[in-house]
């Protein structure tokens, strides 16, 4: 549905192939396996943000309750491996069948309202599984946590890593792929349209509501592949951390910091809070300083690009590139008087 | 105005009462009848009920009573996206472009209902050859378009539909006189294309200058109808309806 324009082409192919050549070399470009694990998690942040992407960008809801979907993502794929005995990829999968079959009633209730409302309802479903969670320990051995088996036990540390990295690597361009493709459909018309506007859209024949049901349902399915992964990779699930407001709240952060609307967005976002937070944690230990940087960066971001970094980057450059874009069409006295004697 | 009108009407609105929740109601057996290549113009004062009517006949406000008969159809109680299927387009008033999407999105969005790709490049070709600042802003985000550019984008959307019958609610509200000018051009071009119009402006005699029939429209139903030159040559409707005598 949409063209891109032969400059755009031009100037991202060289950008695109050099952050793919750059992400690729990265485990053999880091000096040590902590470095190598940095990059694990900003992967993940990544392959979470794209995720809540989906629905966010396309649509405009902002779900704070992400975080609950990677948190079913994660704890399913434990479960089926430690209680079901699955392989762990199969398991993997399997959790993400599941977590996007649960996104079909969850996203029936939740999508019919909107704006604030839609906000407090996401909020409400992290609350109560992290209670359940918590409650529930004969399964999910509540607050001492769930150890996930690791998927290959003959790998030493920075092999484990290594592969993780390309694992979550290889997913993140699943999930930006499909969601290219949707941009360029007939599918992410209608959704943008939601975003824009839900009652004008659905006059005109779209059908928003299935719409969003079915993007809501993608965007769960790519969270709990997110959050399995993550529990394949770190070993250990505890509920505080799985089903907590505040990764729901970093996959928001960061998809605004990089643009909503973007492609890229959230990749970028992923990168520079990923990047931050392990910068405070390492210079600054367990203390509360991280959540006021990201608190301050997410005010900075409202107030100066609100459309994030891509976007603002963006017209920066495309004031140079395309001066055609002014939005009032200039004309000649003589052509005016041309256009009246018509 | 020298047009034959067809004897038959494409769109007609049969004793129809409708209100909003338990005020008083707004349309009180309204009866309006719109032919198939003709424009139809509702004028009134403020609050006769004029913009009730358009919501009525497509489908967005459901008549407690009265029938909406649609090319010999009693489509009665449809919703709108149903009455866009049967082909009745609804342009709102104000401004209703999508301002984020690109005109060509914008236009594209019109004809979401269609599945035939071949189809909706061949009436997308015909709106952009109908409405040249359509052509001319095509790749334009729809919200840097002047007001009266965004009305023109919002006649091309409607017509994606290859509607029978536009309802048009204040075409020229917010415009300045030379893009009015344009804006009533264009409505008499989708006119001559076969589209029926059923109008609502508050410029009511620039809308009769435009229109074939008038209705005036008064506390929900139409006190005189009649061939729009008829209505303005009429001076005491001028005196009570149009804003004094013409200059």
Same mark, same amino acid.
């Given at each position: 549905?949409?063209?891109v324009s032969k400059?755009?082409?031009?100037l991202?192919?060289?950008?695109?192939?050099? /952050?793919?050549g750059?992400?690729?070399?990265?485990?053999s470009?880091?000096?040590?396996?902590?470095?190598?694990s940095?990059?694990?998690? $900003?992967?993940?942040?990544?392959?979470?943000?794209t995720?809540w992407n989906f629905?966010?960008?396309?649509?405009g809801y902002?779900s704070l309750?992400?975080g609950?979907?990677a948190?079913l /993502?994660?704890? /399913?794929?434990?479960?089926?491996?430690?209680?079901?005995?699955m392989?762990s990829?199969?398991?993997?999968?399997?959790a993400?069948a599941?977590?996007?079959l649960?996104a079909?009633?969850?996203g029936?209730?939740a999508l019919?309202v909107?704006g604030?409302s839609?906000?407090?309802?996401?909020i409400?479903?992290?609350?109560?599984l992290?209670?359940?969670?918590?409650s529930w320990?004969?399964?999910?051995g509540?607050?001492? *946590?769930?150890?996930?088996p #690791?998927?290959?036990p003959?790998?030493?540390?920075?092999?484990?890593? #290594?592969?993780?990295y390309?694992l979550f690597?290889?997913l993140?361009?699943?999930?930006?792929?499909?969601w290219?493709?949707?941009?360029?459909?007939?599918?992410g018309?209608?959704?943008?349209?939601?975003?824009e506007?839900?009652?004008?859209?659905e006059?005109?024949?779209t059908p928003?509501f299935?719409y969003?049901l079915v993007i809501?349902?993608?965007?769960?399915a790519?969270?709990?592949? *997110?959050?399995?992964l993550y529990?394949?990779?770190?070993?250990d699930?505890?509920?505080?951390?799985?089903?907590?407001?505040?990764?729901?709240?970093?996959?928001v952060?960061?998809?605004?910091?990089g643009?909503?609307r973007?492609?890229?967005?959230?990749?970028l976002g992923?990168l520079?809070v990923?990047i931050?937070?392990?910068y405070?944690k $390492?210079?600054?230990?367990?203390?509360?300083?991280h959540l006021?940087?990201?608190?301050?960066l997410?005010a900075v971001? $409202?107030?100066?690009?609100p459309?994030?970094?891509?976007?603002?980057?963006?017209?920066?450059?495309?004031?140079f590139?395309?001066p055609?874009?002014?939005?009032? #069409?200039?004309?000649?006295?003589e052509?005016? #008087?041309?256009?009246a004697r018509? | 105005m020298?047009?034959?009108?067809?004897?038959?009407?494409?769109?007609?609105?049969?004793g129809?009462?409708?209100?909003?929740?338990?005020?008083a109601?707004?349309?009180?057996?309204?009866?309006?009848?719109?032919?198939?290549?003709?424009?139809v113009? +509702? %004028?009134g004062?403020?609050g006769?009920g004029?913009?009730?009517?358009?919501k009525v006949?497509? @489908? +967005? +406000?459901?008549?407690?009573? @009265?029938?909406i008969?649609?090319d010999?159809?009693?489509?009665?109680?449809?919703?709108?996206?149903?009455?866009l299927?049967?082909?009745l387009?609804?342009v709102?008033?104000?401004h209703? %472009?999508?301002r984020e999407?690109?005109?060509?999105?914008n236009?594209l969005?019109?004809?979401?209902?269609?599945?035939?790709?071949?189809?909706?490049t061949?009436?997308a070709? !015909?709106v952009?050859k109908?409405?040249?600042?359509v052509?001319?802003?095509?790749?334009?985000?729809?919200?840097?378009?002047s007001?009266?550019?965004q009305?023109? %984008?919002?006649?091309a959307r409607?017509?994606?539909?290859?509607?029978?019958v536009v309802?048009?609610?204040?075409p020229s509200m917010g415009?300045d006189p030379k893009?009015?000018?344009?804006?009533?051009?264009q %409505?008499?071009?989708m !006119?001559?294309?076969g589209?029926a119009?059923?109008?609502?402006?508050?410029n009511? !005699?620039r809308?009769?200058?435009?229109a074939?029939?008038g209705?005036?429209?008064?506390?929900g139903?139409?006190?005189?109808?009649?061939?729009a030159?008829?209505l303005?040559?009429n001076p005491?409707l001028?005196?009570?309806?149009?804003?004094?005598?013409?200059?």
């Open positions: 549905m949409r063209s400059a755009r082409v031009w991202g192919l060289p950008v695109l192939l050099a /952050g793919v750059l992400v690729l070399s990265f485990p470009l880091a000096p040590n396996p902590y470095l190598l940095v990059g694990i998690v $900003v992967l993940n942040y990544a392959v979470l943000s995720a629905m966010g960008g396309f649509t902002i309750g992400h609950a979907l948190g /993502g994660a704890y /399913g794929t434990a479960l089926l491996i430690t209680k079901a005995g392989p990829f199969a398991a993997l999968f399997a993400t599941i977590v996007a649960l079909i009633p969850l029936f209730a019919r909107r604030a839609f906000v407090i309802v996401s409400a479903l992290v609350l109560i992290l209670l359940v969670f918590q320990a004969s399964l999910t509540g607050s001492s *946590g769930l150890v996930v #690791r998927p290959f003959q790998l030493l540390r920075p092999e484990h890593h #290594r592969v993780f390309y690597a290889g993140l361009a699943l999930a930006l792929l499909c290219w493709l949707i941009d360029r459909s007939r599918f018309l209608g959704l943008k349209a939601v975003r506007d839900e009652d004008k859209a006059s005109l024949g928003t299935a969003k809501f349902t993608v965007s769960a790519f969270t709990a592949l *997110g959050g399995g529990a394949l990779w770190f070993g699930l505890d509920p505080v951390f799985q089903f907590s407001i505040l990764s729901g709240a970093y996959m952060l960061m998809a605004l910091l643009g909503v973007n492609l890229f967005g959230p990749v992923a520079i990923g931050g937070l392990e405070f $390492v210079e600054y230990g367990n203390t509360p300083l006021v940087a990201s608190g301050l997410l971001v $409202v107030m100066f690009m459309d994030g970094v891509i976007p603002s980057v963006s017209n920066v450059f495309g004031r590139f395309q055609t874009r002014a939005s009032i #069409r200039e004309v000649s006295a052509q005016l #008087r041309e256009e018509r | 020298g047009r034959t009108l067809a004897s038959v009407p494409l769109l007609e609105l049969r129809i009462e409708v209100g909003y929740g338990r005020a109601p707004v349309l009180r057996g309204l009866t309006v009848q719109v032919p198939a290549g003709a424009i113009c +509702l %004028v004062p403020n006769a004029k913009s009730t009517v358009l006949a497509s @489908g +967005l +406000l459901r008549p407690q009573s @009265g029938q008969i649609l010999g159809q009693d489509v009665t109680g449809q919703g709108p996206q149903q009455m299927a049967c082909g387009a609804h709102l008033q104000g209703s %472009v999508f999407m690109t005109v060509a999105e236009v969005l019109g004809g979401y209902t269609i599945k035939d790709k071949a189809v909706v061949e009436r070709e !015909r952009r109908l409405f040249p600042v052509d001319e802003r095509w790749n334009a985000l729809a919200g840097l378009l007001g009266g550019q009305k023109q %984008v919002e006649f409607s017509l994606m539909v290859n509607p029978k309802l048009l609610d204040e415009l893009s009015t000018n344009t804006v009533f051009e %409505v008499v071009r !006119r001559d294309a589209t119009v059923l109008l609502v402006e508050q009511a !005699r809308a009769l200058q435009t074939d029939i209705c005036v429209l008064d506390l139903r139409v006190h005189i109808s009649g061939p030159s008829d303005l040559d005491l001028g005196e009570l309806y149009l804003g004094g005598r013409p200059a």
